[in-house]
């Protein structure tokens, strides 16, 4: 009956949220969809770090190959930038494998660390690739995005500009990813492998004694946390109309605000991500004025939060009410059933 009540919530907030291109302004619906593309970024980091137990710093490497193979489908393939969308995905889960070859050796630290150095090994490498700006980076082709499949549709519909339908369409794209990874990780998490990968990271040894093989799982999570980011990569520069490496593989942008999203939120908790993108965007919002003062208030309450509520925002919820909308176990039979 509790996951009646939460899937009726969650189903309720996503169809709000699906109106917002027809009620609100364009500026609202470019901020939201940045919202939403960093809580796709937040929930793939926390699957990576807060249930696989892969703390990865180097996550803006497939947010950057996931963009740069949306272009180089576009401007090389002559392709549309949707198809570019899936393409991205499907080059960065690719390419995490050799990733994962070279990562898994690493442990702790030393992973972290190992996946900072192939983020800027890619971001330097695609640098070099003349064909899309190289160190400079390229914009879309005038019109492509504006003609990608749909947007004449959305644009008769709602009766608004041609670059207004895209960025409706792009931010529905962006929600739909969301309710997606929300589902299916609700899903998996509570599935036999998802059990198993949460033994993992709480003793791999013990796990392994019951015959869970965390290699494999992890190998898993890798592969479809990097798919998913890549996704994300293609949305995101499909938005903004132009690339760099520079832009593509930021360190802040995609991986340090996202570690600060979970962290705040509550890692390791599946609503974590979105409570620590609501008071990111809240804060975004309150201090867009300030400068600099803005990032520091960011590290100030990153600090507290890890000293005194070390689950986060979320975690700290459930110690003190002592109730889970969200739970990822199963109850245990009680005694005669």
Known sequence: MKNSHSLLLFVVLVAGLALVPVLGSRALVQDLFM?????????????????AGLV??????????????????????GLDPLA???????VAMVLSVPVAFFAFRLNGAYFAIGTWAVA?????????WKALGGGTGTSLPKGAARDMIGADAVKEMLGISAAAATDAMTYWLALALVAVMMLASWLFLRSRMGLG????????????????DPLRLKALVFLLTAFGTGICGGLIFIQIGRISPDAAFSLLDWTAFVIFIVVIGGIGTLPGPVIGVLVFYGLEQLLADYGTVYLIVLGCLGIAIMLFARRGLW??????TGFDPLPLGHAAPRPGA
């Open 35 to 51: 919202v939403l593309c960093l809580l796709v970024l937040a929930l793939n980091w926390n699957m990576l770090a807060g249930f």
């Open 56 to 77: 990865s710093v180097g996550q803006q490497a497939f947010v950057g190959i996931g963009g740069y193979a949306m272009f180089a489908a576009v401007i090389l393939g």
């Open 84 to 90: 570019g969308v899936l393409i991205g995905g499907v």
């Open 120 to 128: 800027d090994i890619a971001r330097l490498g695609f640098g070099q």
């Open 197 to 212: 990968l949460q033994a993992v990271r709480d003793n791999p040894v013990a796990a392994r004694s019951v015959g869970v």
């Open 315 to 320: 975690g700290a919820f459930i110690e003190r």
